[in-house]
């Protein structure tokens, strides 16, 4: 596994910054835009892959993604908070990666950085600011605690601690449902483990990595979760698609949002637990009952 020669700082200022971030930021970023977070995290390599020296910088506007390709050029993508339609989180051992989806020209569109996990709570920290910034102050709850939801109490261990980590702040946790993977003939995995929950403000879905040989004789230790928040103010609707072996929950984002959709798999002894989870998303917008 290569080494790291540094972990990525939150930097105060972009003067701080190294060439050629520091050109590509000041080139777009205006005086009356206050300045968040800056995260640089350096490339780094380990046996499997490596990753590409980044930049991600939050505003009170806006965020930004600076990636510093191998030959020698930047890419940037940039986008307004009303524009932003969810994030997610991916963390396995020491390997991280930030992907955010947005709209940009009518069409959706996604980027991803990548990191070391020792920065992950600085990531955390910009995920949340992003989140309440789609929001707005006004729709955040004035008065919350660490509050727990009884049905958490009998899911495994890893998903009940995953759940309270990476609960956005500030919100108000309204229900939730845990399920196992799901599997086909000779083990191979379909789906993977994954919870999902509901806040006053956003669906925190909670997977396992997926498991991608076709025989699997054994079950892997996965150590790893990936952490999708979708703003609930994003959701035009849902329906669940019923299937043999599993059934299909499809989220569908707002119009004018440019058509997102996101599928999550779970097993179908759980549709009726899912849907009741749905049913506290967005009271009053959403249908009152899914698809048959």
């Known amino acids: 596994m290569g080494s790291v020669v ?34 640089f995290s350096p490339s780094y390599s380990t046996s499997k892959f490596q990753t590409l020296a980044s930049v991600f910088c939050v505003t009170s506007r806006r965020w930004l993604i600076v990636i510093f390709q191998g030959d020698g050029s930047t890419t940037v993508a940039e986008c307004s908070y009303d524009a932003t339609l969810l994030v997610e989180l991916t963390l396995i051992l020491l390997f991280g990666q ?3 989806d947005f709209v940009q020209d009518g069409a959706a569109k996604s980027i991803a950085l990548h990191f ?25 709850a004035t008065s919350f605690g660490r509050n727990r939801n009884p049905t958490v109490s009998s899911w495994p261990l890893k998903f009940r601690n995953f ?37 006053d403000r956003h669906l925190v879905v909670i997977a396992e990595e997926k498991i991608s040989r076709w025989f699997q004789f054994r079950h892997d230790a996965k150590y790893g979760a990936i952490i999708t928040y979708f703003p609930l103010n994003r959701l035009a609707d849902f329906r669940i698609h019923p299937h043999p ?32 989870v749905m049913g506290k998303a967005k009271p009053g917008r959403l249908p009152a009952s899914p698809e048959k």
Not at 169 to 189: H, M, N, P, T, Y
């Open 6 to 39: 540094k972990f990525a700082p939150d930097s105060k200022c972009i003067t701080e910054l190294s060439s050629p971030f520091r050109e590509a930021l000041m080139d777009r970023l205006s005086e009356r835009e206050d300045l968040k977070h800056l995260i």
């Open 98 to 100: 930030l992907k955010i």
């Open 116 to 140: 070391n996990t020792v920065m992950q709570h600085t990531y955390s920290d910009a995920i949340q600011y992003i989140l309440d910034a789609i929001d707005g102050p006004e729709n955040i």
């Open 163 to 199: 759940a309270i980590i990476y609960m956005p702040k500030k919100s108000l946790w309204l229900d939730g449902v845990c399920w196992k993977e799901i599997r086909a003939s000779f083990g191979r995995e379909l789906a993977p483990a994954a919870a999902a929950l509901v806040t």
């Open 245 to 276: 072996r599993f059934c299909i929950l499809e989220l569908e984002g707002c119009d004018g949002h440019g058509g997102e959709k996101l599928e999550i798999v779970f097993p179908v002894d759980e549709r009726e637990a899912v849907s009741r």
